[in-house]
């Protein structure tokens, strides 16, 4: 059974720093792109950043780019979000996601990030 | 930036009636591999988004075949043929043919 099981949101004050974890079992990690996505309360789906499997190539949507990063252990099978100069409008539940450019893709049941002073 | 564009955002429908959801994408999604990265995503209330159709018209295993998707290029269509309770919630197309990844706005579908 695929799990992804996120963990490390919590309420942070604007400007500061936040790093999220997703625990993946039940499929072989290094062989899959992963992403975070994320949900803002009462909203959409917003597509935050993509990981390669090997870790070498990233991606990131312009409204996180230059403050997120994301990277994985492999041997951990963990996938990770570093926030940082965090904004009222990041408050969101963030989803660990395959790639959607797979034809079996799982979504984390999400961790909540609140942006607040 | 690809804009994809759902419609309608709003969708009550009678239980054991159809419904359609329209997905339009600003460009052509066929990727340079030939296939075309579009998928549905539904998301109940209080839950995490599940994946329902990829690729256009593939069903995720354990997806009921009243469920089906069509299209091509940058048009693209979600049928529930006949819409039972459980089907609730709001519906999201997501292209993957290139990045960032894109998604619609959601269309609700709820029951009269």
């Known amino acids: 059974e695929v799990l992804l099981v996120e963990s490390g949101g919590e309420l942070v004050q604007p400007g500061g720093s936040l790093r999220l974890s997703c625990a993946a079992s039940g499929f072989t990690f290094s062989n899959y792109g992963m992403s975070w996505v994320r949900q803002a309360p009462g909203k959409g789906l917003e597509w935050v950043a993509t990981i390669n499997g090997d870790g070498i190539n990233t991606h990131f949507g312009d409204s996180v780019q230059g403050r997120f990063t994301i990277s994985r252990d492999n041997s951990k099978n963990t996938l990770y979000l570093h926030m940082s100069s965090l904004r009222a409008e990041d408050t969101a539940i963030y989803y660990c996601?395959?790639?959607?450019?797979?034809?079996?893709?799982?979504w984390g049941q999400g961790t909540l990030v609140t942006v607040s002073a | 930036d690809i804009v994809m564009t759902q419609t309608p955002l709003s969708s009550p429908v009678t239980l054991g009636q159809p419904a359609s959801i329209s997905c339009r994408s600003s460009e052509s999604l066929v990727h340079s591999n030939g296939k075309t990265y579009l998928n549905w995503v539904h998301q109940r209330p209080g839950q995490p988004p599940r994946l329902l159709i990829y690729?256009?018209?593939n069903r995720v295993s354990g997806v009921p075949d009243r469920f089906s998707g069509t299209g091509a290029g940058t048009d693209f269509t979600l049928k529930i043929s006949r819409v039972e309770a459980e089907d609730v919630g709001v519906y999201y197309c997501v292209q993957a043919t290139q990045f960032p990844r894109t998604f619609g706005q959601g269309t609700t579908v709820e029951i009269k």
């Open positions: 996601t395959h790639d959607a450019q797979y034809d079996n893709i799982f």
């Open positions: 690729k256009i018209s």
